[in-house]
């Protein structure tokens, strides 16, 4: 009897062991996925600091090394294109600024370690296509949800929730920031989900669309509405055209031709911005777009000034010239903005610290590597709407996040889930 007992002690363990720690791994990496695309998804006043920095996405993006080390989070090609792109910034401001502008490298390199450790997770297994589905399909409901909550109260005298940056009067913030962040996030969000939904099938009609996902399109719209932002009144209709063939793109910029001139005589505050802002675009007049839409205008006011001022003999315009090059181009000539103020969003400003080749080295590192049918989309809706915010901002990797994510899921063998992880049911 003891030599049995003994026999059953020095059993190795069973594969079903094996499987089971397979199991609880894959789960916490999905956790570790599923925590990132909300936390950049969203924004929870609690959380917000008053130059808008957002503790919780902060704390997550510190966390994303030490999770990747933690969860053994498989480093693909990712981690290649990342840290060669990341280290040309790095490089190039160590060239001409120096340390001066240490933290913000630093936060460059957290949220490209959050990027990596999501891609970590999808090349795993361990993020399903139903399980993002169903997560993306929450957090427009949650973003839904909210901006009525927050419309309610405003109107009856309660509080208003998460209230952050918000005018309160038809311009509300939701899950965002401020309303055009909240904006932004929602039409990546909902582009996303419709994508992954095709299950790698062709884009639907319009009324296939409106019959499959009726309550989506609907929590979306009434979220976009209620931000009262100019930026959500063009993209409402352009996020649904991207998710339907391509002949109705083509087919709602006829439609939009032709109805210009009755949009010219809306009388919403929204609309009547968004018109009086395209219309002043094409002139590239700083003056007429300030006068049309301030905030818009602040958004392209950097373009216009790097496209006026830089030279391509200049070397600096090719490899880069730091952070100290946004001022140079910029700071003493952004209308209704203080003199000492240096801004610019991706588009021109990472052209400005750079160069076209480092900028370009982004660009193939997290957008251009990932173009296929099935992104194009995306990335035509990034365009517009996410080229020109800051790169250390949420949203910003919120989107190649989610880009990244879809690409992975347009080949059919990425469906499969980790050995032993089961997936979620839509």
Known sequence: MNRFNTAISTIPATPSWSAARDVQRAWRQWMMAATIVAVFGTALSPFILGDQRNVLVILVAALSLP???????????????????????????????????????????MFALSYIAFCGALDSGAVTRERLMLLLCRMIQAYAVTSVLQLIGSR??????????????????????????????????????LILARRGGPAPSVRELWRQERSILLAFSVSLILTGSSLAVGILPLTIVMALRLRWLLVGIAILTLSWPLLLAVELESVHRLIAFLTALPSMDIMAMVQADHSGALRVMPLILFLQSASLSDLSVWFGGGYEAIAYYVQG????????????????????????????????????????????????????????????????????????????????????????FPGASR
Not at 75 to 104: F, K, M, P, Q, R
């Open 333 to 420: 000539n952004l209308i209704g903005m203080a003199k000492d103020a240096a801004v610019a969003g991706f588009i021109p400003g990472y052209v400005m610290i750079t160069g076209i080749a480092g900028a370009t080295l982004f660009c193939h590192a997290y957008l251009f590597r990932f173009l296929n049918a099935q992104t194009l989309p995306l990335l035509l809706l990034w365009i517009p709407t996410l080229s020109n915010s800051a790169w250390n901002s949420q949203i910003f990797w919120y989107s190649l996040v989610l880009l990244r994510a879809v690409y992975a899921f347009s080949n059919a063998l990425s469906d499969v889930p980790h050995p032993g």
């Open 156 to 193: 009856v005298g309660l509080p208003v929730p998460n209230h952050i940056l918000s005018k309160e009067s038809w311009s509300y913030n939701s899950l965002g920031v401020e309303p055009s962040h909240a904006a932004r996030a929602l039409a990546f969000t909902l582009l996303a989900y």
């Open 67 to 109: 999770t990747i080390v933690f969860l053994r989070v498989p480093l693909g090609a990712d981690l290649g294109w990342s840290a060669t792109a990341v280290a040309y910034l790095i490089v190039v401001e160590l060239l001409h600024g120096g340390l001066g502008n240490v933290s913000s490298l630093g936060y460059t390199g």
